[in-house]
C-alpha cells in the first residue's frame, strides 16, 4: 500500500524568499503524484501534478515540483514566495491501475512580511 | 464550469444526535468521493461511487455511517448517533469517471465542518 510523508508541518518563510516543501512517498509500483492547496475555510485545489514524461512539472503561479524516483520524493518550490501563497499544502499519490488517492498530513506555509 | 458544492458549512450537533451532509458533484463527474479530515491531518477517504455505486466503502464506519447516491448525481452522508470523534471537516470531491480517477485530479467542495459537543 503507498504512503505519504510530508516531512514539515510548518513552513515559515519571509516574503520573497525562497521556499522548498518536502515529500516522500512509498509505494511498491509507479505512482502518480499531485500537490494541491488549501486556503483558509476552502477546499482543497489542484496545484500540479506528475503523470509521466519530464520529471520538473510547474504551475500557473510558479510553484514547480520534481519527481525523484530513485528518493521517492517529490518536494514542492518556489523561488519567490508571495503573502498570498499562506496556505496548507498537501502531497497526494494514487498507484497507477489503482482508484485510490492517498494524501499526506499537509504542510502548512506561512509568508511572512 | 460550477464547483461542488456542500452544505451545510458548519454543523455543531451534541453527541448522540444525527446529522447530514449534502453535496452536488460537477455536472457530468461520475465519481463522488466523501473524505474526512481530521485537524491537523490530510484528507482520509470514506466511500468512492461510481454513478451510483458505492465501489469502495472499505474505511466507512458502517455501524454510524451511510451514505447514498440515489441517481447518480447528488450525494447524502449521514451520522446516526454522532460521538466527540466525529469533529471534522467532510469533504466531497468528485472527478470525471472511473477510468481517469487515477490519474485526473479531484475537484473538492468547501466541505462541512461538523463540531459534536
Known amino acids: 500500500a503507498q504512503s505519504v510523508t510530508q516531512l514539515d508541518s510548518q513552513v515559515p518563510v519571509f516574503e520573497e524568499a525562497p521556499v522548498e516543501l518536502r515529500c516522500n512517498y512509498s509505494?511498491?509500483?509507479?505512482?502518480?503524484l499531485f500537490w494541491y492547496v488549501q486556503y483558509p475555510n476552502q477546499g482543497l485545489q489542484l496545484l500540479l501534478k506528475?503523470?509521466?514524461?519530464?520529471?520538473l512539472v510547474e504551475s500557473i503561479n510558479g510553484f514547480e515540483a520534481e519527481f525523484n524516483k530513485s528518493q521517492t520524493s517529490f518536494h514542492l518550490r518556489k523561488p519567490s514566495v508571495h503573502i498570498s501563497d499562506t496556505a496548507e499544502y498537501f502531497c497526494?499519490?494514487?498507484?497507477?491501475?489503482?482508484?485510490?488517492?492517498?494524501f499526506g498530513a499537509g504542510t502548512r506555509l506561512f509568508v511572512k512580511a | 464550469e460550477a464547483g461542488v458544492v456542500q452544505s451545510p458549512r458548519y454543523k455543531i450537533i451534541e453527541k448522540k444526535q444525527p446529522v447530514a451532509f449534502w453535496c452536488n458533484p460537477i455536472?457530468?463527474?461520475?465519481?463522488l468521493y466523501w473524505y474526512r479530515q481530521n485537524l491537523g491531518q490530510g484528507p482520509e477517504l470514506l466511500i468512492r461511487?461510481?454513478?451510483?455505486?458505492?465501489?469502495?466503502d472499505s474505511q466507512l464506519p458502517k455501524d454510524r455511517f451511510s451514505a447514498e447516491r440515489l441517481k447518480g448525481v447528488d450525494s447524502t452522508l449521514k451520522i446516526q448517533p454522532a460521538e466527540l470523534g466525529d469533529s471534522a471537516v467532510y469533504l466531497c470531491?468528485?472527478?470525471?469517471?472511473?477510468?481517469?480517477?487515477?490519474?485526473?485530479?479531484?475537484?473538492f467542495g468547501n466541505g462541512t465542518r461538523l463540531t459534536v459537543t
Open positions: 470531491a468528485s472527478s470525471l469517471d472511473s477510468a481517469s480517477s487515477y490519474n485526473s485530479p479531484l475537484h
Open positions: 509505494s511498491s509500483v509507479s505512482v502518480y
Open positions: 506528475y503523470l509521466s514524461g519530464s520529471t
Open positions: 497526494a499519490v494514487s498507484e497507477t491501475g489503482g482508484f485510490k488517492t492517498i
Open positions: 455536472s457530468g463527474h461520475n465519481t
Open positions: 461511487y461510481e454513478n451510483e455505486e458505492a465501489v469502495d
